[in-house]
T-cell receptor, first 113, second 114 residues
Framework: AQSVSQHNHHVILSEAASLELGCNYS??????LFWYVQYPGQHLQLLLK??????LVKGIKGFEAEFIKSKFSFNLRKPSVQWSDTAEYFC???????????FGRGTSLIVHP | SQTIHQWPATLVQPVGSPLSLECTVE??????LYWYRQAAGRGLQLLFY??????ISSEVPQNLSASRPQDRQFILSSKKLLLSDSGFYLC?????????????FGAGTRLSVL
């Protein structure tokens, strides 16, 4: 079965700091990769996705993620965070033609103004 | 785009009482539907998914059940709640004909069993 690891459970940053959240998965075949975000009081929503093509994916609000197949990783990055990026971030992986993604445990990000 | 409606937003129930949480979907037909439980620090645990009316798959053994009486309606139920059923329940929908694997989530139901 697929497993998804998010190494950082809680991250606290100051505004303008750079962000990188780790995500690793276990399945070695074809994968679809996702980052979802849940802002305080809001629905969980898609931040960005990778299906194929350019392994560097651009998402909303200046976020990007890089798929490194050899490392089974899909890390989320943002060069300069804002207070409004405070949220919980979930990595998800769907593999082997399945339509059911497996979610990581989530990373809580707090950005201080 | 899809809109997922969940109610109630919060619910407090005594141990041993029944449960019925409803999820309805707008903006799509023949969606795949999902029930998740979200626990702090433990991510999203998939409970049930459905690819069509009357078709339910269970991912984990538990005290809960799910039903899909209509194409865009997904219900999470229990005959007798346990303390361990407390949690945050999320409904999600996916339209595999348009965007495979991309899920749209409802606002969730916070269930407290006392």
């Amino acid at each position: 079965a697929q497993s998804v690891s998010q190494h950082n459970h809680h991250v606290i940053l100051s505004e303008a700091a750079s962000l990188e959240l780790g995500c690793n998965y276990s399945y070695g075949g074809t994968v679809n990769l996702f980052w979802y975000v849940q802002y305080p009081g809001q629905h969980l929503q898609l931040l960005l996705k990778y299906f194929s093509g350019d392994p560097l994916v651009k998402g909303i609000k200046g976020f990007e993620a890089e798929f490194i197949k050899s490392k089974f990783s899909f890390n989320l990055r943002k060069p300069s965070v804002q207070w409004s990026d405070t949220a919980e971030y979930f990595c998800a992986v769907a593999s082997g033609g399945s339509y059911i993604p497996t979610f990581g445990r989530g990373t809580s990000l707090i950005v201080h103004p | 785009s899809q809109t997922i409606h969940q109610w109630p937003a919060t619910l407090v129930q005594p141990v041993g009482s029944p449960l019925s949480l409803e999820c309805t979907v707008e903006g799509t037909s023949n969606p795949n539907l999902y029930w998740y439980r979200q626990a702090a620090g433990r991510g999203l645990q998939l409970l049930f998914y459905s690819v069509g009316i009357g078709q339910i798959s269970s991912e984990v053994p538990q005290n809960l059940s799910a039903s899909r009486p209509q194409d865009r309606q997904f219900i999470l139920s229990s005959k007798k709640l346990l303390l361990s059923d407390s949690g945050f329940y999320l409904c999600a929908a996916e339209d595999p004909a348009i965007a495979k694997n991309i899920q749209y989530f409802g606002a969730g139901t916070r269930l407290s069993v006392l």
